[in-house]
């Protein structure tokens, strides 16, 4: 059974960092994207960054030159490296991960059970 398991979310005043990791366990053939979402409050889920297996990077326009997605194949984690935080980085964030499991050219997408991320003014 795959998992998807989040840690490091937290309270920061705002300019402050955090770093989100999301780890992937359980059998499995190949993973072959691994992101990040966020739900604020009375907000639309937004996608932040996301990173393709082959390197391929992307972030939404509110995060781009503030966070850092990177993955560790080894490990099967990703990192959202989250600098410059602003009050309205404050959401849940959930790790997802796009996971294929038998050889086949279809993934699955897996998620996170989400962590809070708080920031003060």
């Known amino acids: 059974q795959v998992q998807v398991v989040e840690s490091g979310g937290g309270l920061v005043q705002a300019g402050g960092s955090l770093r989100l990791s999301c780890a992937v366990s359980g059998s499995h053939f190949r993973i072959d994207v691994m992101g990040w979402f966020r739900r604020a409050p009375g907000k639309q889920r937004e996608l932040v960054a996301h990173?393709?297996?082959?390197?391929?990077?992307n972030y939404s326009e509110s995060v781009k030159g503030r966070f850092t997605i990177s993955r560790d194949n080894a490990k099967n984690t990703v990192y959202l490296q989250m600098n410059s935080l602003k009050p309205e980085d404050t959401a849940v964030y959930y790790c997802?991960?796009?996971?294929?499991?038998?050889?086949?050219?279809?993934?699955?997408?897996?998620w996170g059970q989400g962590t809070q991320v708080t920031v003060s003014s």
């Open positions: 990173i393709i297996t082959g390197g391929s990077i």
């Open positions: 997802y991960a796009d996971v294929n499991t038998d050889g086949s050219p279809t993934s699955f997408r897996f």
